[in-house]
């Protein structure tokens, strides 16, 4: 028979022992679900930037085919510089994200879409710089390509934040199933434990 101080340290200790299970176990669902939220904002972001990507290119053909001489003003001018950069940056910051997710789809879209983007900024250029080059024909023709591939490319963003959520409401249920087993096992074991001595 074993004395009520040993039976007191062997309890402390497996109590401790399976506190300790349990917040780590805590810690670590916490983490991944921590990645998966942060995931899901940066891909609303994305969402949001791949759509204003669709604003840009329509505002830009249409400054540029509503007048003759965009260098007759040079407010219009500071304005088309402004929407050019922000053009490019923000097409620079979607294709960055596209790698990061290492989505086939998005990849062979933003191969698509490259050459038209650089050419709606080309033709842009040679229209601010009275380029003899300028087409408006072809700007048309680039800008009416580039919006579906737009649309396809925020759908396949769109398509990726609902995953993400997917694996939130996963994560979500997996930690409470996985904390009510941890709790009645625990408990369980603590249970016959103290039968046994």
């Not at 408990?187 to 103290?194: C, D, E």
Request: charged share 20%.
């Amino acid at each position: 028979m074993q004395s009520f101080a040993t039976v007191r340290n062997n309890l402390i200790a497996l109590f401790l022992i399976v506190v300790s299970l349990v917040v780590g176990l805590i810690i670590y669902l916490n983490h991944r679900q921590a990645k998966h939220i942060a995931n899901s904002q940066e891909l609303g972001s994305v969402i949001n930037i791949s759509g204003r990507q669709r604003m840009l290119s329509q505002w830009l053909v249409k400054e540029v085919l509503k007048t003759d001489q965009v260098t007759d003003s040079l407010l219009a001018t500071n304005e088309l510089d402004s929407v050019l950069w922000l053009f490019e940056d923000s097409h620079d910051y979607l294709r960055e994200k596209s790698k990061q997710l290492d989505n086939k789809d998005l990849n062979q879209l933003f191969e698509q879409i490259q050459p038209l983007m650089l050419e709606i900024i080309s033709e842009v250029h040679d229209f601010q710089n009275g380029a003899s080059s300028y087409s408006r024909e072809a700007l048309l023709v680039a800008e009416s390509t580039f919006l579906p591939l737009m649309d396809r490319i925020t759908n396949v963003f769109e398509e990726e934040e609902a995953e993400t959520f997917e694996n939130i409401h996963s994560n979500v249920s997996m930690s409470n199933y996985v904390l009510a087993l941890v709790i009645i096992c625990s408990g369980g074991f603590v249970l016959l434990f103290s039968l046994n001595l």
